[in-house]
């Protein structure tokens, strides 16, 4: 199939990529690299050993998108574009909600006029907001999320299951990510997050990296094994090839499927950074802080639907993702600017 990345030159989208192309898809990407490096889509290119056909445009722009469509007959579209920061959200919404949502209608009104009517996109275990009881299955009620990017999410499945209805010719599958860590093991490609990380791996790497004095363990009083919060960490290779199966699935049924990419296991925080020391010989210092604001105590997935109707479920361990997070951290102390 020919498939277009939004947002293609992003850590979930350039692993997605590489696995795309060594199944033998064609994958074309647009980012207007807000948040990402064309150095990311190089390095996908040195990894599969054939270019990447790559345009530099908004999503919003619909006429750069027209101009797309015209000049390729996509099989389908993976929608990652999009801005993700929580903490930004809270203080910019009206730039996410803009940003977030006519992105995608500005995709799916070119998507429909072109007959490209399978979308795949990248959704997140944030709308299930804070949970009456995990696992979390797709059929759960979402009582609502705790910060503008997460409505943001929300608030897009919606937009694309309306699509659906009045048109159910579509495919559409609304892939809910849980807690995405690791690299490629070649550590030619991973997560680069502009100024500090938010999120938990992203720091660990950097202090580990000497570049962050020590990790501060947000809240250790939740109701988990060990008081601190407990997430389902899966390693983006697995959550790329989760992207292939469900361009498969896509291309061989109509309608809209919400499916869990998530490992159904949940770890603590300091469950990974006991891993993470063990996996690669280090020693994290960390302090307990205060909890941060909108943390929810546990959030893993029920992981069956997606084995179900994908056939696909996660493979690679915790020791897996802590090493191949250190390895690209180490090789690359500067992300794509290294
Ligand atoms: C966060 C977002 C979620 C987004 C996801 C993307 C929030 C509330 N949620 O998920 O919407 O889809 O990132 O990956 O921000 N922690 C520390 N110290 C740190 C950083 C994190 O103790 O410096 C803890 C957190 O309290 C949490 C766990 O580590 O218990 C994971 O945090 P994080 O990596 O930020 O992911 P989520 O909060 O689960």
């Not at 006429?63 to 389908?76: P, Y």
């Not at 993976?78 to 929580?86: C, Q, S, T, Y």
């Not at 998530?262 to 300091?270: A, D, E, F, K, R």
């Amino acid at each position: 199939m020919k498939i277009l990345l939004t947002g293609g030159a992003g850590f979930i989208a350039t692993h997605t990529c590489v696995e795309l192309m060594e199944a033998g898809h064609e994958a074309v990407i647009v980012d207007n690299y807000v948040n990402s490096q064309p150095e990311a889509v190089r390095r996908v290119e040195e990894i599969v050993g054939r270019p990447v056909k790559t345009y530099e445009a908004d999503v919003c722009d619909k006429d750069a998108m027209n101009r797309i469509f015209d000049e390729n007959e996509f099989d389908a579209v993976i929608h990652f574009a999009g801005l993700k920061a929580v903490g930004e959200s809270v203080s910019i919404p009206l730039r996410y909600y803009r940003n977030n949502l006519d992105s995608t209608l500005t995709l799916c009104e070119v998507m429909a006029a072109h007959g490209c009517k399978r979308l795949v996109f990248s959704s997140s275990a944030t709308v299930y907001g804070v949970p009456d009881e995990v696992p979390l299955r797709e059929d759960m009620f979402c009582k609502g999320c705790t910060n503008p990017y997460g409505w943001t999410k929300y608030m897009i499945e919606k937009i694309l299951m309306s699509v659906v209805t009045a048109d159910p010719s579509w495919s559409v599958v609304l892939l809910r990510y849980f807690n995405p860590i690791g690299a490629h093991a070649s550590g030619r490609i991973g997560e680069d997050p502009t100024g500090i990380p938010n999120n938990l791996m992203p720091y660990i790497t950097k202090v580990a990296a000497g570049q962050l004095e020590k990790l501060t363990v947000m809240g250790n009083d939740y109701h988990t094994h060990d008081g601190t919060g407990v997430r389902d960490y899966i390693h983006v290779v697995d959550l790329a090839k989760g992207h292939v199966k469900a361009c498969d699935y896509a291309a061989a049924h109509q309608g809209c499927e919400i499916i869990n990419l998530g490992t159904g296991v949940g770890y603590s925080v300091l469950d990974i950074v006991h891993a993470f020391n063990k996996a690669n010989g280090l020693n994290i210092p960390y302090v307990i802080g205060p909890r941060r604001p909108g943390d929810v105590d546990a959030c893993f997935a029920d992981p069956r639907k997606a084995k179900e109707l994908l056939g696909w479920e996660a493979t690679k361990t915790l020791e897996d993702m802590c090493r191949d997070s250190w390895n690209w951290q180490r090789n690359n102390p500067k992300g794509y600017h290294s």
